[in-house]
Protein backbone atom coordinates (compact mmCIF):
# COMPACT_ATOMS: atom_id res chain seq x y z
CA UNK A 1 0.00 0.00 0.00
CA UNK A 2 2.88 2.31 0.60
CA UNK A 3 4.47 1.50 -2.39
CA UNK A 4 1.15 2.43 -4.13
CA UNK A 5 0.72 5.86 -2.32
CA UNK A 6 4.13 6.67 -2.76
CA UNK A 7 3.26 6.35 -6.67
CA UNK A 8 0.36 8.11 -6.94
CA UNK A 9 2.19 11.21 -4.44
CA UNK A 10 4.95 11.16 -7.62
CA UNK A 11 1.98 11.27 -9.98
CA UNK A 12 -0.16 14.30 -8.77
CA UNK A 13 1.46 16.18 -6.94
CA UNK A 14 0.29 18.23 -3.47
CA UNK A 15 -2.90 16.99 -3.59
CA UNK A 16 -3.31 14.50 -0.39
CA UNK A 17 -3.54 11.11 -1.06
CA UNK A 18 -5.20 8.84 1.97
CA UNK A 19 -5.25 5.11 1.96
CA UNK A 20 -8.26 4.28 4.37
CA UNK A 21 -11.42 1.28 4.03
CA UNK A 22 -14.55 1.90 5.48
CA UNK A 23 -15.63 -1.79 5.59
CA UNK A 24 -12.40 -2.91 8.15
CA UNK A 25 -12.29 1.06 9.69
CA UNK A 26 -8.61 1.77 9.08
CA UNK A 27 -7.40 4.92 8.25
CA UNK A 28 -10.78 7.33 9.10
CA UNK A 29 -9.38 9.14 11.49
CA UNK A 30 -7.05 10.90 8.70
CA UNK A 31 -10.77 12.42 6.96
CA UNK A 32 -10.30 14.51 10.06
CA UNK A 33 -9.25 17.93 9.07
CA UNK A 34 -11.64 17.64 6.18
CA UNK A 35 -14.70 17.07 8.15
CA UNK A 36 -14.50 20.07 10.32
CA UNK A 37 -17.73 21.73 11.57
CA UNK A 38 -19.07 23.58 8.99
CA UNK A 39 -17.17 22.26 6.00
CA UNK A 40 -19.00 20.57 2.69
CA UNK A 41 -17.11 17.64 1.59
CA UNK A 42 -18.23 16.33 -1.75
CA UNK A 43 -17.99 12.73 -2.79
CA UNK A 44 -16.98 11.78 -6.30
CA UNK A 45 -16.38 8.12 -7.84
CA UNK A 46 -16.83 5.54 -10.41
CA UNK A 47 -19.99 4.13 -9.77
CA UNK A 48 -19.83 0.97 -6.94
CA UNK A 49 -16.54 2.48 -5.74
CA UNK A 50 -17.66 2.65 -1.84
CA UNK A 51 -18.69 6.00 -1.44
CA UNK A 52 -22.15 5.60 0.10
CA UNK A 53 -20.13 2.61 2.16
CA UNK A 54 -17.75 5.60 3.56
CA UNK A 55 -20.38 7.79 4.37
CA UNK A 56 -22.59 5.24 6.37
CA UNK A 57 -19.34 4.75 8.23
CA UNK A 58 -18.75 7.99 9.01
CA UNK A 59 -22.11 9.08 10.03
CA UNK A 60 -21.95 5.54 12.46
CA UNK A 61 -25.49 4.64 11.10
CA UNK A 62 -27.06 3.40 7.19
CA UNK A 63 -28.05 6.81 6.05
CA UNK A 64 -27.11 5.46 2.25
CA UNK A 65 -28.23 2.24 0.19
CA UNK A 66 -25.61 0.12 -0.83
CA UNK A 67 -25.71 -3.16 -2.70
CA UNK A 68 -23.48 -6.24 -2.79
CA UNK A 69 -20.70 -6.71 -4.63
CA UNK A 70 -21.36 -8.12 -7.80
CA UNK A 71 -19.89 -11.82 -8.66
CA UNK A 72 -19.60 -11.60 -12.02
CA UNK A 73 -17.31 -8.53 -12.26
CA UNK A 74 -16.37 -7.68 -8.29
CA UNK A 75 -17.67 -3.93 -8.48
CA UNK A 76 -20.81 -2.90 -6.30
CA UNK A 77 -24.49 -2.55 -7.91
CA UNK A 78 -25.15 1.39 -8.55
CA UNK A 79 -27.46 2.49 -6.22
CA UNK A 80 -26.67 6.12 -5.44
CA UNK A 81 -29.20 7.48 -8.26
CA UNK A 82 -29.09 11.52 -7.07
CA UNK A 83 -27.73 13.70 -4.92
CA UNK A 84 -28.02 13.27 -1.46
CA UNK A 85 -27.03 15.80 1.55
CA UNK A 86 -25.98 14.24 4.84
CA UNK A 87 -25.30 16.08 7.90
CA UNK A 88 -21.98 13.83 10.22
CA UNK A 89 -21.87 14.23 13.98
CA UNK A 90 -19.21 16.77 13.75
CA UNK A 91 -20.89 18.89 12.24
CA UNK A 92 -19.93 18.84 8.49
CA UNK A 93 -21.77 17.69 6.33
CA UNK A 94 -21.34 15.19 2.84
CA UNK A 95 -22.63 15.17 -0.47
CA UNK A 96 -22.75 11.55 -2.53
CA UNK A 97 -23.62 12.03 -6.02
CA UNK A 98 -24.28 9.14 -8.15
CA UNK A 99 -21.42 7.10 -9.61
CA UNK A 100 -19.89 8.65 -12.82
CA UNK A 101 -20.01 6.21 -16.09
CA UNK A 102 -17.75 8.49 -18.47
CA UNK A 103 -15.45 11.33 -18.08
CA UNK A 104 -14.68 13.78 -20.32
CA UNK A 105 -12.03 16.18 -20.24
CA UNK A 106 -13.43 19.96 -20.18
CA UNK A 107 -10.94 22.52 -20.12
CA UNK A 108 -8.31 24.07 -22.07
CA UNK A 109 -4.83 23.07 -23.14
CA UNK A 110 -3.34 25.57 -20.64
CA UNK A 111 -5.05 23.57 -17.80
CA UNK A 112 -3.22 20.27 -18.62
CA UNK A 113 0.14 22.35 -18.69
CA UNK A 114 -0.91 23.72 -15.38
CA UNK A 115 -1.68 20.18 -13.98
CA UNK A 116 1.23 18.32 -15.37
CA UNK A 117 3.71 21.13 -14.56
CA UNK A 118 7.09 18.95 -13.84
CA UNK A 119 6.72 17.79 -17.47
CA UNK A 120 6.29 21.22 -18.75
CA UNK A 121 9.63 22.76 -17.14
CA UNK A 122 11.27 19.66 -18.63
CA UNK A 123 9.39 20.70 -21.78
CA UNK A 124 11.38 24.32 -21.77
CA UNK A 125 14.63 22.13 -22.07
CA UNK A 126 13.59 20.51 -24.88
CA UNK A 127 15.51 21.47 -28.57
CA UNK A 128 12.19 22.03 -30.38
CA UNK A 129 10.05 24.41 -29.15
CA UNK A 130 6.76 22.92 -30.73
CA UNK A 131 8.39 18.99 -29.77
CA UNK A 132 5.56 16.68 -29.11
CA UNK A 133 7.88 14.45 -27.02
CA UNK A 134 8.00 11.04 -29.81
CA UNK A 135 10.59 10.71 -31.53
CA UNK A 136 12.06 14.29 -31.57
CA UNK A 137 16.08 14.78 -31.12
CA UNK A 138 16.99 16.74 -28.10
CA UNK A 139 13.98 16.35 -25.98
CA UNK A 140 14.25 17.04 -22.45
CA UNK A 141 10.91 15.34 -21.34
CA UNK A 142 11.94 11.12 -22.71
CA UNK A 143 15.62 11.59 -21.29
CA UNK A 144 13.68 12.39 -18.03
CA UNK A 145 11.49 9.20 -18.72
CA UNK A 146 15.14 7.09 -19.52
CA UNK A 147 16.78 8.48 -16.49
CA UNK A 148 14.16 7.42 -14.31
CA UNK A 149 12.85 11.34 -13.10
CA UNK A 150 9.78 11.00 -14.66
CA UNK A 151 7.62 7.82 -14.89
CA UNK A 152 6.62 7.10 -18.54
CA UNK A 153 2.94 6.37 -18.08
CA UNK A 154 3.03 10.43 -16.40
CA UNK A 155 4.30 11.03 -19.84
CA UNK A 156 1.51 9.40 -21.72
CA UNK A 157 -1.09 10.55 -19.44
CA UNK A 158 -0.25 13.93 -20.52
CA UNK A 159 -0.03 13.76 -24.16
CA UNK A 160 -3.62 11.56 -24.08
CA UNK A 161 -4.75 14.87 -21.57
CA UNK A 162 -3.57 17.27 -24.07
CA UNK A 163 -5.05 15.10 -27.20
CA UNK A 164 -8.82 14.93 -25.18
CA UNK A 165 -8.41 19.26 -24.78
CA UNK A 166 -7.81 19.42 -28.65
CA UNK A 167 -10.67 17.49 -29.74
CA UNK A 168 -13.17 18.71 -27.51
CA UNK A 169 -11.82 22.35 -28.57
CA UNK A 170 -12.42 21.23 -32.22
CA UNK A 171 -15.64 19.48 -31.00
CA UNK A 172 -16.53 23.35 -29.34
CA UNK A 173 -15.56 25.13 -32.23
CA UNK A 174 -17.46 22.93 -34.48
CA UNK A 175 -20.55 23.62 -32.46
CA UNK A 176 -20.02 27.34 -32.19
CA UNK A 177 -19.86 27.57 -36.34
CA UNK A 178 -22.67 25.45 -36.70
CA UNK A 179 -24.29 27.66 -33.99
CA UNK A 180 -23.67 31.03 -35.98
CA UNK A 181 -24.89 29.11 -39.29
CA UNK A 182 -28.14 28.93 -37.16
CA UNK A 183 -28.66 32.02 -35.75
CA UNK A 184 -27.53 33.69 -39.38
CA UNK A 185 -29.85 31.78 -41.55
CA UNK A 186 -32.92 32.59 -38.97
CA UNK A 187 -32.10 36.38 -39.66
CA UNK A 188 -31.28 36.33 -42.91
CA UNK A 189 -35.00 34.39 -43.07
CA UNK A 190 -36.65 37.03 -41.19
CA UNK A 191 -34.58 39.85 -42.74
CA UNK A 192 -36.85 37.99 -46.03
CA UNK A 193 -39.92 38.01 -44.18
CA UNK A 194 -39.50 41.71 -43.35
CA UNK A 195 -38.99 42.69 -47.20
CA UNK A 196 -41.84 41.20 -48.41
CA UNK A 197 -44.13 42.34 -46.04
CA UNK A 198 -42.84 45.56 -46.60
CA UNK A 199 -43.85 44.98 -50.61
CA UNK A 200 -47.25 43.68 -49.72
CA UNK A 201 -47.98 46.99 -47.75
CA UNK A 202 -47.13 48.83 -50.60
CA UNK A 203 -48.86 46.91 -53.38
CA UNK A 204 -52.05 47.33 -50.92
Known sequence: MSEFVSLLTSEIGEIAVIPISALNNTGLEHLNPFLAPGNTVIFLGSSGVGK???INTLNGTSV?????IREDDGKE???TMVRHLVSLPSGSCLIDTPGMREIRIWTAEESVQDAFEDIAKFSQRCR???CAHEQEPGCAVRKAVEEGERSAGRLERYKKLLKEAAFERGNAEIGLKRFEKIRYKGISQLANEYREKKKWDAYR
Open 128 to 130: FSD
Open 64 to 68: QKTED
Open 77 to 79: RHT
Open 52 to 54: STL
